[in-house]
């Protein structure tokens, strides 16, 4: 079962979009660095279709994109609800913040895909992730390479387009440039 610890609407996680962020605790990354660990706590209230649904009646027509953040520790609940909100929220974009270095279904993928536990962005689109989602951002937090905003970063953040996969770069000064 998917918590959700709190949520917020932001506007920096995701660029160009106006993002309902849902922080979702239980998380089983645990990275050394973290600057969230009451994340990493089993609280909150579950997330499941009735609240997405509420949290979409109460917020969408304010917000262009509804992300999870975290679920780590179920994949494949965050691929369910996700699907649950393309399917009835269809103006709305889809994103997920995970702490992981490749998809859950990375064994689907063409194993000659995956570098450096790493996958590129033409191979990601074979992943039911990407069918599901807009935007994916990979990557645990690494404390000397810093988070997506370092040129130095170990993360990614993708956008899926038409099928189509593209890295998300920032500029040294923050903003948002694709590839
Ligand atoms: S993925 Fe890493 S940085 Fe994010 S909440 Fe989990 S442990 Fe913290």
Same mark, same amino acid.
């Given at each position: ?68 953040? @975290?679920?780590?520790? /179920?994949?494949?609940?965050? #691929? *369910?609800? +996700? ?5 009835? $929220? ?48 990979? @990557?645990?937090?690494? /404390?000397?390479?810093?988070? #997506? *905003?370092? +040129? ?5 953040? $993708? ?21």
């Amino acid at each position: 079962m998917l918590k959700c610890f709190n949520y917020d609407i932001v506007c920096q996680e995701i660029p160009d979009e106006v993002t309902l962020a849902v922080n979702i605790s239980g998380c089983s990354v645990k990275c050394p660095g973290c600057h969230s660990k009451w994340l990493w706590e089993d609280r909150g209230d579950e997330l499941n279709e009735e609240t997405v649904r509420i949290l979409m009646n109460r917020y969408g027509a304010d917000i262009t994109c509804f992300c999870f953040m @975290g679920g780590d520790a /179920e994949p494949a609940e965050v #691929l *369910r609800l +996700a699907n649950f909100i393309r399917a009835n $929220f269809h103006s709305v974009k889809i994103g997920w913040y995970s702490g992981r270095s490749t998809l859950p279904d990375a064994d689907n993928v063409q194993s000659s895909c995956i570098s450096i536990g790493f996958i590129d962005a033409g191979c990601l689109s074979k992943s039911l992730y990407c069918k599901a989602f807009d935007y994916i951002k990979l @990557g645990s937090y690494v /404390e000397e390479l810093g988070g #997506l *905003r370092s +040129a130095k970063t170990n993360q990614r953040l $993708f956008k899926i387009s038409g099928g189509a996969v593209t890295v998300i770069k920032f500029s040294e000064k923050n903003i948002p440039v694709s590839e």
